[in-house]
């Protein structure tokens, strides 16, 4: 089986509020999204790296990369407006690699910096029984369902419900025939790719691995701060 890690990397992040798009900024010296590329490329269970970038920063990630020089990236592509142009991207990406069957395609976003050997051991592992897999971390907040005034229509099991985090990891051929079933879709919109899943094949079950608070994405100010003080930490 052939493990690739697609590395999201083509967002804006405004939020942040940043000249330069959140992956790209600096963490104790070092720009975010190297961290995530360490991280795939010491595993021993990934095989090849793809990176997808702004159109605007592509030579700015090439530089990057280049300085390090990671063996395991195959690819640095351009992404699109929305997360999943840039998902379709990666996977259009591999259409000419042969022995789709045994192909694995694992999407992390670079913008969560934290991500552990352990988390991508357990996802690749849990691969060999799902054919799809998510990452998550149950919910600690109790979560409110309102109305468009604001009222409460329902308040849910805290039980039942997780924070998503990313990897999430399909099978080549299920994602792919996920997405060209989306595409025919003149109304489709997602949030990640397992919501894709989930609406175009509903008869697969994708399963959920824990992650870890750690593995937090970077979205506001604040969050470089927190991440800073655990990176001091480890």
Same mark, same amino acid.
């Given at each position: 089986?052939?493990?690739?890690?697609?590395? =999201?990397?083509?967002?804006?992040?405004?939020?942040?509020?940043?000249?330069?798009? *959140?992956?790209? /900024?600096? =963490? *104790?010296?070092?720009?975010?999204? !190297?961290?995530?590329?360490?991280?795939?490329?010491?595993?021993?269970?990934?095989?090849?790296?793809? %990176?997808?970038?702004?159109?605007?920063?592509?030579?700015?990630?090439?530089?990057?990369?280049?300085?390090?020089?990671?063996?395991?990236?195959?690819?640095?592509?351009?992404?699109?407006?929305?997360?999943?142009?840039?998902?379709?991207?990666?996977?259009?990406? &591999?259409?000419?690699?042969?022995?789709?069957?045994? !192909?694995?395609?694992?999407?992390?976003?670079?913008?969560?910096?934290?991500?552990?050997?352990?988390?991508? $051991?357990? %996802?690749? +592992? &849990?691969?060999?029984?799902?054919?799809?897999?998510? $990452?998550?971390?149950?919910?600690?907040?109790? /979560?409110? /369902?309102?109305?468009?005034?604001?009222?409460?229509?329902?308040?849910?099991?805290?039980?039942?419900?997780?924070?998503?985090? $990313?990897?999430?990891?399909?099978?080549?051929?299920?994602?792919?025939?996920?997405?060209?079933?989306?595409?025919?879709?003149?109304?489709?919109?997602?949030?990640?790719? &397992?919501?894709? %899943?989930?609406?175009?094949?509903?008869?697969?079950?994708?399963?959920?691995?824990?992650?870890?608070?750690?593995?937090?994405?970077?979205?506001?100010? +604040?969050?470089?701060?927190?991440?800073?003080?655990?990176?001091?930490?480890?």
């Amino acid at each position: 089986m052939k493990n690739i890690a697609i590395i =999201l990397a083509a967002g804006i992040g405004k939020r942040v509020g940043n000249p330069l798009p *959140k992956q790209f /900024i600096e =963490l *104790k010296s070092k720009p975010l999204i !190297l961290y995530s590329l360490e991280a795939f490329q010491a595993h021993p269970a990934i095989d090849k790296i793809i %990176v997808v970038t702004h159109a605007d920063y592509l030579d700015h990630t090439k530089k990057l990369i280049d300085k390090k020089h990671y063996s395991k990236i195959e690819k640095i592509i351009v992404g699109g407006k929305e997360r999943y142009h840039s998902s379709i991207a990666a996977i259009e990406a &591999c259409d000419k690699i042969t022995d789709k069957e045994n !192909l694995n395609l694992i999407f992390h976003d670079a913008a969560r910096p934290l991500i552990s050997d352990t988390i991508i $051991t357990k %996802v690749i +592992e &849990c691969l060999k029984q799902y054919s799809a897999v998510d $990452t998550a971390v149950p919910t600690t907040d109790t /979560i409110l /369902i309102v109305d468009k005034n604001l009222n409460i229509k329902e308040i849910p099991d805290r039980s039942m419900l997780f924070n998503s985090q $990313t990897p999430q990891a399909f099978k080549y051929t299920l994602i792919k025939e996920a997405y060209t079933l989306a595409l025919k879709d003149p109304d489709f919109t997602t949030a990640d790719d &397992c919501k894709t %899943v989930k609406k175009y094949l509903p008869d697969i079950h994708i399963h959920v691995v824990l992650g870890d608070t750690q593995n937090m994405k970077l979205t506001n100010p +604040e969050d470089i701060t927190i991440l800073e003080k655990i990176i001091s930490k480890r």
